[in-house]
């Protein structure tokens, strides 16, 4: 058995944020977490997510988007939450499983609206950078930050 923490990150799709944070926690924290992801929906993986993490070192190409419900059956200890949708409609976890909502923006949402004001893709890519960076600079709190 083993004495990490298991952590499911979930998002409403299961595509940018909770990939991101699943990435970073693995690079970062995965001497001490079990870290999983998945969707309240599926909607694929980003690939603007997959482009900044991988700029900053971190491969999450490999990922997929999942689903809840294939984590039924994992003890998970601790669910973040981290967009508000997501927070707003979190399924019931057995057993003691804390939740915790850590919202951060949407870069698909943001970068869109930034296109339709005309914005470069360069332009667009900095909503994903500066979320991407945000949530490394919360999965470096881990796991001390959970409580």
């Not at 693995?26 to 929906?41: F, Q, T």
């Not at 949402?109 to 950078?129: H, N, P, T, V």
Request: hydrophobic share 35%; charged share 25%.
């Amino acid at each position: 058995m083993s004495d990490k923490l298991n952590l499911l990150f979930l998002c409403t799709g299961n595509s940018c944020r909770s990939q991101m944070a699943e990435g970073w926690t693995r690079h970062l924290k995965g001497d001490l977490i079990n870290v999983y992801s998945a969707g309240i929906e599926t909607h694929g993986l980003n690939p603007n997510a997959v482009k900044v993490m991988s700029e900053a070192g971190v491969d999450i190409s490999g990922h997929s988007s999942t689903h809840i419900d294939e984590f039924r059956d994992v003890p998970i200890d601790i669910v973040v939450t981290v967009c508000d949708h997501a927070h707003e409609t979190c399924p019931f976890f057995p057993g003691g499983c804390k939740v915790i909502h850590v919202g951060f923006d949407d870069p698909p949402r943001m970068a869109r609206e930034m296109a339709e004001a005309g914005a470069s893709e360069e332009e667009q890519l900095g909503c994903y950078r500066k979320v991407r960076d945000q949530i490394r600079d919360f999965v470096e709190s881990l796991p001390e930050g959970l409580v």
